[in-house]
């Protein structure tokens, strides 16, 4: 069954660095989406992306999150300059075009700031 | 605006016996809901969904969950629980049907834990 890949599996970067998250999204989904989980909390919705387009953000997703998709396998997060705070585990998902299609997740990247 | 609550932080069932994870959501749309399972160190994997056809939903691995609009409850049940099933399980919701909104909003999660 297809499914989504996450890389790295865990990320260690000193605070104030940039740091990139990437996802190879399932390869016929047109929907792609980050939500994160800080240690103990729910799972939060941050982004989805669109035909080239951000179509949906969170107040979470502020200017120091960025999502890309570079190529026709990619999709990336980059947090452009990390806090404490960002720390979490981050999950990419993908999804078909119906509004009724389930979101399918990755493994997650967990992120560790230091 | 839309939200979910699993009413169990921990469920703790014997092998063999049946569980039930009981979540309740609030919507100000026709939802959509689903049922994730997240076992250790993995993704969220898709256990069933509901998006407005029958009301009873069999998902993978023996699951099945009812939605009662009058209670606002989509409640996870297994007539019998097996160790592999042990696991956080999320209650999800989404209002996309209505809204073309992509967002889902989890619940807090349910640790499902079974004794041998």
């Known amino acids: 069954e297809p499914e989504v890949t996450q890389t790295p599996s865990h990320q260690v970067t000193q605070m104030g660095q940039e740091v990139i998250l990437r996802c190879v999204p399932i390869?016929?989904?047109?929907?792609f989406y980050w939500y994160r989980q800080i240690l103990g909390q729910k799972v939060e919705f941050l982004v989805s992306?669109?035909?080239?387009?951000?179509?949906?953000k969170s107040e979470i997703f502020d200017d120091q999150f960025s999502v890309e998709r570079p190529d026709g396998s990619n999709f990336t997060l980059k947090i452009r300059s990390t806090k404490l705070e960002d720390s979490a585990m981050y999950f990419c998902?993908?999804?078909?075009?119906?509004?009724?299609?389930?979101?399918?997740f990755g493994d997650g990247t967990r992120l560790s700031i230091l | 605006a839309q939200s979910v609550t699993q009413l169990d932080s921990h469920v703790s069932v014997s092998e063999g016996t049946p569980v039930l994870l009981r979540c309740n959501y609030s919507?100000?749309?026709?939802?959509?809901l689903f049922w994730y399972v997240q076992h250790p160190n993995k993704g969220l994997q898709l256990l069933l969904k509901?998006?407005?056809?029958?009301?009873l939903v069999k998902g993978i691995n023996g699951f099945e969950a009812e939605f009662k609009k009058s209670e606002t409850s989509f409640h996870l049940t297994k007539p019998s629980a097996h160790m592999s099933d042990a696991a956080e399980y999320f209650c999800?919701?989404?209002?996309?049907?209505?809204?073309?909104?992509?967002?889902?909003?989890f619940g807090s999660g349910t640790r499902l834990q079974v004794q041998p």
């Open positions: 999800v919701v989404s209002d996309g049907r209505d809204t073309g909104r992509r967002a889902l909003t």
């Open positions: 919507s100000s749309y026709s939802p959509s």
């Open positions: 992306f669109y035909n080239n387009e951000i179509s949906e």
């Open positions: 390869s016929n989904h047109l929907y």
């Open positions: 509901y998006t407005s056809a029958a009301t």
């Open positions: 998902a993908s999804s078909d075009v119906g509004s009724n299609q389930p979101q399918h």
